[in-house]
């Protein structure tokens, strides 16, 4: 999908995550996709430290408004820490699928109101890389084309 300028307000989304709507993973990193088999690869979903991964609740709005989220609250806040990063795309994945993996998912509305992180990640490393697999099988790629 292609950048274009500006575009409408981004309507806030309910405090209520429903199993209807759609997800996305933001991906800054090429090892979390494979282009040619055009899949998103599990190392994309893993938690952080915390146990939790960062999403943005993308149902309602466009791809251009998805891409300016990632883009200033994904990529630019890594780039200031690292001194680069690069927006590739995102895994899509319905909330039905997350929740069928025994995960879950509660509204984190800082740094965006369409924050959200998925939860309940168990502590075994093969169990978790399991469910991250899941996830990514489930997930469809969508890649920002410049």
């Known amino acids: 999908m292609?950048?274009?300028?500006?575009?409408?307000?981004?309507?806030?989304?309910?405090?209520?995550?429903?199993?209807?709507?759609?997800?996305?993973?933001?991906?800054?990193?090429?090892?979390?996709?494979?282009?040619?088999?055009?899949?998103?690869?599990?190392?994309?979903?893993?938690?952080?430290?915390n146990r939790e991964t960062s999403i943005f609740r993308t149902t309602g709005i466009?791809?251009?408004?998805?891409?300016?989220?990632?883009?200033?609250?994904?990529?630019?806040?890594?780039?200031e820490k690292r001194g680069s990063c690069t927006l590739y795309g995102r895994g899509r994945i319905e909330v039905k699928r997350i929740l069928k993996a025994e995960l879950n998912i509660a509204p984190k509305p800082i740094p965006h109101p369409r924050h959200a992180e998925i939860l309940n990640w168990p502590e075994s490393k093969e169990k978790m890389?399991?469910?991250?697999?899941?996830?990514?099988?489930?997930?469809?790629l969508q890649l920002l084309l410049d």
């Open 129 to 140: 890389q399991m469910l991250a697999t899941k996830l990514a099988n489930k997930a469809t």
């Open 62 to 79: 466009s791809d251009n408004e998805i891409w300016l989220i990632g883009e200033k609250y994904v990529r630019a806040p890594i780039a």
């Open 2 to 49: 292609k950048r274009s300028g500006k575009s409408a307000p981004d309507p806030e989304p309910t405090a209520n995550i429903s199993e209807n709507e759609t997800v996305s993973r933001i991906l800054t990193s090429k090892r979390h996709f494979a282009k040619t088999k055009n899949v998103v690869k599990y190392g994309a979903f893993p938690p952080n430290q």
